[in-house]
């Protein structure tokens, strides 16, 4: 890559280097002493020097580029990003979208009146900072600081800011596990016996889904996804695809292999669905809650409220016709709470956990190759092979597992 030609005139006073110049946007030429961050005198180095130089003047040129709706301070462009992962092309998982808008806050509330293009490495590691002495997990913060690094880079993209910002805050060190940060909390199975302790707390629907989750060991993205033209039903075993291209970081189709007893459980989902349909919908699910609680209902209906009418005209959310993980997670947990408020359980659980205790289960009984290949682990080195073996030994595990 050719050097860049920087307009003006290095000059050596004393043995240190300065810089004179006329910067876009300015009606003078001035010396500017080349200091490195932090430094109290200019450097003594011509390389560094230049560097320093070429930083100054594409932040100037940044700066006097004419762009509209550029965002000045950090709350800025932290509204403009947010509205670009609820709505723009950035948009995700509702998961990650509230993992980024609490994150953002957070970062608001610290560096709201900050210019973008002034935001340096160090103030990001003075977040990171605040987030540990908040007694976040490693996991928690690195996927935190993940979502600054993403905004800075979108905003790159858009000319927002100058490239050497996003390029200095990747240039901090990833947070190690060694760190003073808490570490992350080890995901551990479920009892079975827990679990089917908390569906009578649970709608039929959101039930059927934890069955099957249980069953196949599925991620709960995977779940969300199933329709009925995704399922290929013509063997013993089901076999529910999902092409690499929909998958994130997979160079191979992700195969779940669906039993006799997950099928049984499918069956009515599948024949009451259009193919292109979610078998699992919010909506019905909610219609499913609100119709139990109109028949528990012990007002006489001359008096109260018509069954109905207790409704918001305009509601800001409205049950969708698919479920997402992060909203099925939230049903578990409401279940899960009223079974410890019951005394049924003692323990709280997530959905996670049901992955975790069909892998245990398959690889008690199978072994870890077979359990790897029921999960859908991915192995990198081995692409084609890998796949093929992972169907063999998934079919041979959902006969047994159902």
């Not at 940044?62 to 709350?75: G, L, M, V, Y």
């Not at 191979?252 to 069956?267: E, F, H, P």
Request: proline share 5%; with cysteine.
């Amino acid at each position: 890559m050719a050097k860049q030609k920087l307009p003006g005139t290095f000059l050596c006073n004393h043995g240190r280097w300065w810089w004179q110049v006329k910067l876009p946007g300015e009606k003078k030429r001035k010396s500017i002493p080349l200091k490195p961050t932090g430094a109290k005198y200019a450097t003594r180095d011509r390389q560094t020097a230049e560097a320093i130089a070429a930083d100054i003047y594409t932040a100037a040129v940044f700066k006097n580029k004419p762009s509209k709706n550029r965002p000045e301070t950090i709350a800025d462009l932290s509204g403009l990003y947010r509205h670009e992962i609820q709505h723009g092309d950035e948009r995700g998982a509702r998961c990650a979208n509230e993992v980024a808008s609490v994150t953002l806050r957070a970062l608001v509330n610290m560096y709201g009146t900050h210019r973008v293009e002034d935001f340096a490495p160090s103030d990001l590691r003075a977040f990171r900072t605040t987030l540990i002495d908040a007694g976040l997990s490693v996991r928690t913060i690195r996927r935190k600081i993940g979502c600054i690094h993403r905004m800075f880079d979108w905003a790159v993209s858009l000319d927002y800011c100058p490239s050497s910002v996003a390029y200095g805050l990747h240039c901090i060190k990833r947070l190690s596990q060694n760190s003073r940060a808490k570490p992350a909390r080890k995901v551990d199975p479920v009892s079975i016996r827990d679990v089917g302790r908390t569906l009578k707390y649970t709608t039929s629907i959101v039930a059927d889904m934890i069955r099957v989750h249980l069953r196949t060991g599925m991620r709960s993205g995977e779940l969300c996804k199933l329709r009925a033209k995704d399922i290929d039903t013509s063997g013993e075993v089901w076999i529910f695809t999902i092409p690499a291209a929909q998958a994130k970081n997979r160079k191979t189709d992700r195969v779940v292999a669906i039993g006799k007893r997950s099928q049984k459980i499918l069956q009515p989902y599948v024949k009451c669905k259009r193919p292109d349909e979610y078998l699992f919908s919010p909506a019905d699910s909610e219609a499913e809650r609100l119709a139990v609680l109109a028949t528990q209902r012990q007002t006489p209906l001359s008096c109260g409220n018509r069954a109905g009418t207790n409704r918001k005209d305009d509601p800001e959310r409205t049950p969708g016709e698919k479920w997402d993980s992060s909203g099925y997670g939230h049903a578990v947990a409401r279940a899960v709470r009223k079974a410890i408020a019951a005394g049924d359980i003692s323990e709280p659980w997530t959905p996670h956990q049901l992955r975790h205790t069909a892998g245990t289960m398959v690889r008690e009984r199978f072994g870890l190759d077979t359990a790897g290949a029921y999960l859908g682990h991915k192995d990198i080195n081995a692409t084609m092979i890998y796949a093929e073996l992972a169907k063999s030994k998934a079919i041979e595990a959902a006969r047994v597992m159902g």
